[in-house]
């Protein structure tokens, strides 16, 4: 019987090959990493300030210098951005600077930039547009306690405004209304749940409305996570928590062109320049100035990026939904996930270049926030496998394919990241990097 060698990664479903995914972090030469945080490099928990991330994970992302990003709908600032998540679990903003723990990339869903040092910019952004987006948070808490006033018994008074202050993130380039707190709180009162929803969606629409009104039609936008996709408008739908889901928790007003498709173009352009000093779509280019469709970004990148340099592109991410629904009747997949669309773009990017892109599914279901499903696992012939995703088992024709899974969540995907790190060579700039983080510490 002759040998049959079994497909390469990229060419894989559910692929538990971890060992041959480090390989390739470790010494695939042209590479880029492009990598969600919140339940990827540390644990889904219902009050962001309770996140921490590991220095063995930071300190493994230095290794990768210039072929690592990130790329996130949270923030890089602020009282629940990263870099205080990273600051904390250092034990002080200074080692963070000194050491440059800083992890680089784009935050706000594209349009909060980050150097490794923690020097921030939003390219792209307005005065005016960041002004009315610092309103925001304070009609969020109102809108909150407005609420609750409609519905006196739902909670008490002290863990009323206590939920409130763990929901209301006061981010700068993206001010979200996170319901993880609540729904824990009204677990036995789902109705009232689903209403707080409704009534979040409709401050949303109210924002839009409110900037239009102030010369901003079109500088802004509402992202759901997780969401069912998006409708015929282009707008996310809402996903309404039932049986115990929570749903859609977090209601994000972004700037327009905050998506993270979009991102992963401005991260390309970016890496390119670092290689050869050129921009293939401008120095000043932002995701602001990128097209909305999957067609169209795809197109950008043909006919602009030089195949020859064209990285090993590795999206890592954790939120990636469907849902088979009857409609007229018949089944329609609803497809969503905030995760998704960038996903899907390094994907076709890699099939058009040739360039064995891969993408990587952390599953975030094991912690605090119940709006995750977990990998299904079958043990056959004494082997482990995966023989279910995280989207609905009936959706037989999702374009995504995720290529390589870590069913033990963060952890996992961390240590196996952290060994690639370890096997992958210093550069000079690296080792002098790591040198002064080191004797900061001694």
């Known amino acids: 019987m002759s040998y049959v060698a079994p497909p390469l990664l990229h060419q894989q479903l559910f692929s538990l090959d971890h060992a041959a995914w480090v390989d390739l972090l470790a010494t695939t030469e042209n590479l880029l990493i492009i990598q969600d945080l919140d339940g990827v490099c540390m644990g889904l928990v219902k009050d962001p300030l309770d996140r921490v991330v590991e220095i063995g994970y930071l300190e493994a992302t230095q290794r990768f210098d210039s072929h690592f990003y990130v790329l996130t709908n949270g923030e890089h600032t602020g009282k629940r951005g990263m870099n205080g998540i990273i600051e904390r679990s250092l034990g002080g903003a200074e080692l963070a600077q000194l050491g440059r723990y800083y992890l680089p990339g784009l935050a706000a869903g594209g349009v909060q930039w980050q150097t490794r040092a923690g020097d921030i910019s939003h390219p792209g952004v307005s005065e005016v547009e960041l002004a009315f987006l610092a309103a925001v948070p304070a009609k969020m808490g109102d809108r909150l306690r407005h609420f609750f006033k409609q519905h006196p018994s739902a909670l008490p008074a002290p863990d009323l405004e206590q939920a409130i202050q763990a929901s209301v993130l006061d981010n700068m380039a993206s001010p979200t209304a996170n319901l993880n707190t609540f729904h824990g709180l009204l677990s036995d009162q789902p109705e009232v749940y689903v209403a ?38 282009g707008t996310e739908i809402l996903w309404f928590g039932q049986g115990g889901e929570s749903g859609t928790t977090d209601f994000q007003f972004m700037l327009r062109g905050a998506i993270k498709e979009a991102g992963v173009l401005a991260l390309l352009n970016r890496y390119y320049a670092a290689r050869t000093g050129s921009y293939p779509l401008g120095e000043d280019f ?52 905030s995760d998704r669309n960038f996903l899907h773009l390094i994907q076709a990017i890699g099939q058009q270049f040739g360039t064995g892109n891969l993408v990587t599914y952390v599953d975030s279901s094991g912690g605090e926030l119940k709006n995750r499903k977990a990998l299904r696992m079958e043990d056959r012939r004494g ?52 040198t002064l983080a080191n004797h900061s510490e001694s």
């Open 196 to 233: 707080l929803q409704q009534a979040m969606q409709e401050l949303m629409e109210d924002l839009l409305r409110d900037a239009a009104s102030q010369g901003l039609n079109g500088s802004f936008f509402v992202h759901y996570a997780p969401n069912h996709g998006r409708g015929p408008d």
């Open 286 to 337: 932002s995701v602001r100035q990128a097209p909305h469709s999957h067609s169209e970004l795809l197109d950008l990148v043909n006919q602009n990026f030089d195949p020859a340099l064209m990285p090993t592109l590795v999206g890592v991410g954790d939120t990636v939904t469907s849902v088979v629904v009857t409609e007229d009747g018949q089944p329609v997949a609803k497809r969503g996930g």
């Open 383 to 434: 082997t482990s496998v995966v023989v279910e995703g995280p989207g609905d088992a009936r959706d037989g024709d999702d374009p995504l394919v995720l290529n390589v899974v870590f069913p033990g969540g963060y952890r996992q995907y961390c240590q196996a990241f952290q060994t690639a790190a370890a096997r992958r060579p210093l550069t000079i700039k690296q080792s002098e990097t790591m």
